[in-house]
């Protein structure tokens, strides 16, 4: 069965510092990686994806995620963290895009000004 | 455009009460899901359709029932409320099985059963 984990629960950085998010799945065949941002009191919203290809993948609000096969990891990257980008984010792993989507439990980032 | 639309927002149910969780979109999506949320356990699937007159189970489908009359409406129905049933939850949408497509959530329901 396929499984997601984000190891962090909450983490909180300050503003202008660099940013990463642990994700590891685990998954029998080539998986399909995504990452998921959801503000408060919405729903979830898709940063980025990883179905092959490049492993270092580009998404919006200048956010990137790196595929690692040997570690089973999809880490979430930013350079320069903005308050705004305090929010709860979803690594996701499937087959395709619908239904056999495996969340993991999410990790809340908090941003210090 | 409007988009995945739910409601209600919040909604205090009583034990053994039932309501439905009312879930429309205007994108002319055939697939469509619904998700609970609960802390720290991410999103698990409940039930979800591929089009109009087809449902199917999801990971946790038990105490829930859905219909799919139409391609914008996916109603969720909880027939006696327990309190295991308390949670968020979300309804999405993507217009098939293709993988480049992402999931739409709507901004979801939250639910408290006392």
């Known amino acids: 069965a396929q499984s997601v984990t984000q190891p962090d629960i909450h983490i909180t950085v300050s503003e202008g510092a660099s940013l990463e998010l642990r994700c590891n799945y685990s998954?029998?065949?080539?998986?399909?990686l995504f990452w998921y941002v959801q503000s408060p009191g919405q729903g979830l919203q898709l940063l980025l994806k990883?179905?092959?290809?490049?492993?270092l993948v580009q998404g919006i609000k200048g956010f990137e995620a790196e595929f690692k096969r040997s570690q089973s990891s999809f880490n979430l990257r930013k350079p320069s963290v903005h308050w705004s980008d305090a929010a709860e984010y979803f690594c996701?792993?499937?087959?395709?895009?619908?239904?056999?989507?495996?969340f993991g439990g999410g990790t809340r980032l908090m941003v210090k000004p | 455009n409007a988009g995945v639309t739910q409601t209600p927002k919040f909604r205090i149910l009583k034990i053994g009460q039932s309501m439905t969780l009312q879930c429309t979109q205007d994108?002319?999506?055939?697939?469509m899901y619904w998700y609970r949320q609960d802390p720290g356990m991410g999103l698990k699937l409940i039930y979800y359709?591929?089009?109009?007159?087809?449902?199917d189970k999801g990971e946790v489908p038990n105490g829930y029932n859905v219909s799919r009359s139409t391609t914008e409406d996916f109603p969720l129905r909880l027939e006696l409320a327990a309190p295991s049933q308390t949670s968020v939850y979300f309804c999405?949408?993507?217009?098939?099985?293709?993988?480049?497509?992402?999931?739409?959530f709507g901004n979801g329901t939250r639910l408290t059963v006392t």
């Open positions: 996701a792993v499937g087959a395709r895009a619908g239904n056999m989507l495996t």
């Open positions: 998954y029998g065949a080539t998986p399909y």
């Open positions: 990883y179905f092959s290809g490049d492993t």
């Open positions: 994108m002319n999506h055939n697939y």
């Open positions: 359709s591929v089009g109009a007159g087809i449902t």
């Open positions: 999405a949408s993507i217009p098939g099985s293709s993988y480049n497509s992402p999931l739409h």
